[in-house]
């Protein structure tokens, strides 16, 4: 294990990181309401770490193998959390004690969205800008972005792009170099924020608030910079602006470079169309929208049917892509409906999407192995082969598919069993794994408005779930094998 070089590397990703707490800083000394010198002093002590670290261990460049790939993605998260922790603990409003600042942290990096702040209209518009910001910067993948841009890392992206990345097929590649894939996938990421954030601000939508819920509708985060989220604006063009862009993203982002590699192409659709996971993705969203829609309209649960329909296709589409966006509280809407859409959470986006949950690619292939198993139970002697699209599928990958299963579940109820050992009501601890493990945000309960009343140790939990479905778990847990320490 190269460990020196590991260090030098992590040191140079640190400190192209610390160049982003310029940024609210920046903010801060437009709008002139604070925060400036507590995003400077975060700089300056983030740039020493990083130089630190790359300086004593500058003239280490051994080429790396996969397994260091794993551990740079993991050290880095957690460097990088703990960075970004910093400002939240030098800023007397919010005044949060040191595990809520390393949860909203990991929730902004992780695209959770959960968060334990109250009272963000009255925040200085440089920490509300930092939260969304951090969601923008976590919902490709920081390391995905410093592959891009920084070629002096001296080695291979292979690695940390397969580390990073999210979905069970993360060998494939849009291009034959590493680097060029990753510049392509955050062109189309920014080139879509610019295009959010106008919309926004046509739609109604101060340029400052339009800026910041396209950091976080793009990256499926959820945070806002209202408490009362999105439906703070109370305006239809916004949520629909949200649901398009929210579905978008929800997307794998490889399909719409097939896309818009063939804008010319008058059958641009049918590369969406053809897609099994994006078919079977929208399938769902519009099974989950005709259900709430049908229930709201059954209660007249609004003042009429038409925001019953609003309502139902925002809610749904926020809730099952694990963005967290609400427009009302959602956890008091009749019959199953709150339940329904939590439970949507676990299928989650597309795989190579900024989505989180156990990825719809995962999902559609345990379908279809269970009704292969189901055929076989009829017909033993039966050859039913598992095709994706007109590929069949590797019996090694739908075994590592149910083994992520495995793992998520098993990792579910730990975690659930530790929060409620930490003192969580079984209903509420329930809803806060889910909400950080789907990196969802809001669940029901207590938690379906923020985590301010979450016990601390707890706190510290949800942070480790988080962190684990952001890297999709084994990347995190095969560190603790003994088999990946031996040389």
Known sequence: ????????????????????MLLPAFVALVYGDGGGKAFFQSFILSLLIGTSLWW??????????????????????????????????????????????FFE????????????????????KAILFYRQFLQWLGGMGVIVLAIAIIPLLGIGGMQLYRAEMSGPMKDQKMRPRIAETAKTLWIIYASLTALCALSYYLAGMSAFDAISHSFSTVSI???????????????????????????????????????????????????????????????????????CTAVLVSHQYFENSWIDIEQAVFQAVSISTTTGYTTSDFSQWPSFVP?????????????????????????????????????????????????????????????????FFSAYVLLFIICLLV?????VEPFNAFNAVLACINNLGPGLGSVSSNFAGIPDNAKWVLTFAMVCGRLEIFTLLVLFSPTFWKS
């Not at 880095?76 to 005044?95: H, N, Q, R, T, Y």
């Not at 945070?223 to 993203?249: E, R, W």
């Open 1 to 20: 294990m190269h460990f020196l070089a590991i260090i030098r590397i992590v040191g140079i990703l640190i400190m192209c990181f610390s160049v982003t």
């Open 339 to 403: 339940m329904l859409l939590i439970i949507t959470s676990f299928i989650g986006g597309c795989a190579g999407s900024v989505g989180g949950g156990l990825r719809v690619a995962r999902v559609l292939v345990l379908y279809l192995q269970g009704l292969r198993e189901l055929k076989l139970f009829i017909h033993s002697n039966l050859v039913y082969p598992i095709k994706w699209g007109k590929q069949v599928l590797d019996n090694r990958v739908i075994g590592s598919i149910w083994a």
């Open 221 to 291: 985060g959820g945070f806002s910079t209202h408490d009362a989220s999105i439906g703070y604006f109370n305006n239809t063009a916004v949520n629909m602006i949200t649901v398009v862009f929210l579905l978008i993203s929800a997307c794998n982002f490889a399909l719409h470079f097939r896309a818009f590699s063939n804008l010319k192409d008058t059958n641009i659709f049918r590369i969406y169309s053809q897609d099994p996971e994006f078919r079977f993705f929208i399938t769902i969203q519009i099974a989950v929208i005709l259900l």
């Open 56 to 101: 004593s261990c500058h003239t280490h460049k051994e080429e790396l193998r996969s397994r260091e790939g794993f551990l740079i993605v993991v050290a880095f998260w957690a460097v990088l959390g703990s960075l970004a922790a910093i400002p939240f603990m030098l800023f007397e409003k919010p005044d949060l004690s040191l595990a809520s600042a």
């Open 105 to 124: 942290a990991f929730s902004g990096l992780t695209t959770t969205g959960a968060t334990t702040i109250v009272g963000l209209d009255y925040l200085p």
């Open 419 to 423: 929060v409620i050992a930490c003192g």
